[in-house]
């Protein structure tokens, strides 16, 4: 697993639940030293380890540690770079969802050796929509529940009202479907294109 992504879940759990659980979390999972190099490549077991550890230590769900990590990417101060990144996917909701396909490459563009697993959007008309995310190498790693909290994440920075549902995996793939209610429902986060001066 790429080291980003790891910085990412490291960062997430620091940032949420402190330093000292951090430690606790890599002392158990064995990280030396307790922090992820972002550059660097990782086994995906150590990957699974730490979510695992983290929520054992954290008395939740592996799905729902996932999911906040979705959540934190968007939303978090620390994390506006990437918010700004995906707020150039479009206007709106919509449009950002019809730009999910190209998120893997355009992730490429900036890291060549970033490999996230292919995310695919079907827009069943009607406003309804299934995001289908495919399985990241062969460690059993599912990023359906990050990306689940990311789209929560983003369409509360749109101002867009929309049921999200975990579908469940299928083969190596998950699906979330998407329904969306109403695109201008709240006012949204500002973000302009240009830099603020």
């Given amino acids: 697993m790429h ?6 879940m490291e960062l997430f759990l620091r ?10 979390i890599a002392r158990r999972a064995e990280l030396a030293p307790p922090e992820f190099e972002a550059m660097l490549d990782y086994p995906d077991a ?13 008395g939740k769900p592996e799905d ?3 999911e906040d990590i ?8 620390t994390t506006e770079a990437l918010r700004r990144l995906l707020r150039f996917s479009g206007a709106d909701f919509t449009d950002f969802l019809h730009s999910l396909d190209d998120l893997p ?3 490429r563009l900036a890291v060549p050796q970033l490999d996230l697993p292919p995310v695919t959007l079907t827009d069943h008309g009607g406003q309804k929509f299934s995001v289908t995310v495919g399985q990241h190498g062969t460690g059993g790693f599912g990023f359906g529940h990050v990306v689940l909290g990311l789209l929560r994440a ?7 009202l929309v049921l999200l549902e975990y579908k469940g995996r299928s083969g190596r793939a998950e699906t979330v479907e998407v329904q969306l209610l109403e695109t201008a429902f709240a006012s949204g986060r500002s973000f302009t294109l240009g830099a603020a001066g």
């Fill in 154 to 160: 983003m369409a509360d920075d749109y101002g867009a």
């Fill in 15 to 24: 940032d949420t639940y402190g330093q000292e659980a951090w430690e606790e």
């Fill in 46 to 58: 150590l990957t699974v380890d730490v979510l695992a550890q983290a929520a054992e230590l954290l």
């Fill in 70 to 77: 979705g959540t934190y990417l968007v939303s978090h101060p």
């Fill in 3 to 8: 080291g980003l992504i790891n910085r990412a």
């Fill in 105 to 107: 490459a355009r992730a």
């Fill in 64 to 66: 729902e540690v996932l």
